[in-house]
């Protein structure tokens, strides 16, 4: 990088090898803003784009969360969406998205994680489009109007933040569409980084008990030690699945849990939720982002326990802005930094790598 010029990784075809270009470093938009992008996290997502699993155009600067630094400034712009007064320097986060506001799902519906015209860094901003770099595996990255910027609060540390930078503000949605009420038992399938968020989230709620069903176990081992979780179950590389899983079970008195939350991304993992729920109960699907396929479930299990399945999709930047807030929360009760693997900007295709294989749980790519 020059003082004028800018690296970032860019997928250019879907299996092929990431490239690191260099690109002119733009002028700060009027009502946005130029972030110098310290840190990038690599998410599952991140994944599926590079082999193509969603249709997004290419060349693509990747990255879709992030954490920097305020570069430069735009016309009209001084404060970040809380009012908090910004300059150059100040450490940010940003959402990924950004809603029309206009289309039926924005204006009729309230639903933005749904907006028809939903821009959104790192996944659908080609380097062909208005502003090239527009994802956070950067050296810089360019903020448009309308992003919602969060200055961070003293004290947080950058890979604190960036541990759950996607998986904290997707489940603060979720929880927003079911929330965890006092005293409940939940379960949470999936021990990646959405399934740690639920988890640990769900503790601040007020969950009595929050069973985490994941693996493999030397991830649950540190989830145990963080504080994650209250039971830790591996039923990935369990011998006998069904035999895990009824351990699951049993350790909600054998009646099921009052919320159970889908967080695995496999689609088999639906079928045992429904059977994981308690009758009345709630089943909470956050996990499937991806079409990963068709599974085979049993809608007997829905009627005869009578549950509530509940779907969730995405973020918003207010989700974004409550992950944000209880920053202090969470990291004064877990270390979240320890969950995090940090790869230099160069070295991306070892970060998917190691996060497709599972010995990275949460990589972030420093620059």
């Known amino acids: 990088m020059t003082d004028r010029t800018s690296r970032a990784v860019v997928l250019e075809g879907f299996g092929a090898p990431l490239a690191i270009r260099e690109f002119p470093l733009p002028t700060a ?172 989230l769900a503790q601040l709620g007020g969950a009595r008990r929050v069973i985490l069903a994941g693996g493999p176990a030397k991830r649950l081992g540190l989830a145990a030690d963080l504080g994650i979780g209250t039971d830790h179950v591996d039923v990935v590389d369990a011998a006998d699945q069904e035999a895990a899983l009824a351990e699951v079970l049993a350790l909600t008195g054998g009646r099921g849990a009052d919320l159970v939350i889908e967080c695995a991304g496999v689609p088999a993992a639906v079928g045992q939720g429904l059977r994981l729920a308690r009758r009345g109960g709630s089943y909470l699907v956050v996990g499937q982002y991806t079409d990963s396929g068709d599974a085979l479930i049993n809608p007997h299990q829905i009627v005869h326990r009578q549950l509530d399945v509940i779907g969730s999709w995405a973020f918003t930047g207010a989700h974004l802005a409550r992950y944000i807030g209880l920053l202090p929360e969470l990291a004064g009760r877990f270390d979240l930094a320890r969950l995090v693997t940090t790869y230099p900007l160069e070295d991306s295709a070892s970060a998917l790598r190691d996060v497709a294989n599972g010995s990275a749980l949460k990589a972030v790519l420093v620059s």
């Open 29 to 200: 938009p009027p009502g946005g803003m130029v972030v110098a992008s310290r840190y990038g996290g690599v998410c599952g997502t991140d994944l599926h784009l590079q082999q193509g699993h969603l249709d997004v155009p290419v060349p693509l600067v990747l990255g879709h969360e992030g954490l920097g630094t305020v570069h430069e400034l735009g016309a009209g712009v001084g404060h970040d969406t809380h009012g908090t007064p910004l300059a150059v320097g100040d450490r940010v986060m940003w959402a990924s998205s950004i809603a029309c506001g206009t289309c039926v799902p924005c204006s009729a519906h309230l639903e933005p994680t749904l907006c028809e015209r939903r821009r959104t860094y790192g996944v659908n901003r080609p380097v062909t489009d208005d502003a090239s770099l527009a994802g956070s595996w950067a050296e810089h990255i360019e903020l448009a109007a309308g992003t919602t910027v969060i200055r961070l609060p003293d004290g947080i540390e950058p890979l604190t933040a960036m541990s759950l930078a996607c998986a904290g503000p997707t489940m603060a949605h979720a929880f927003e569409r079911r929330p965890v009420r006092l005293g409940e038992t939940v379960i949470v399938q999936g021990s990646g980084p959405v399934g740690l968020a639920a988890a640990a």
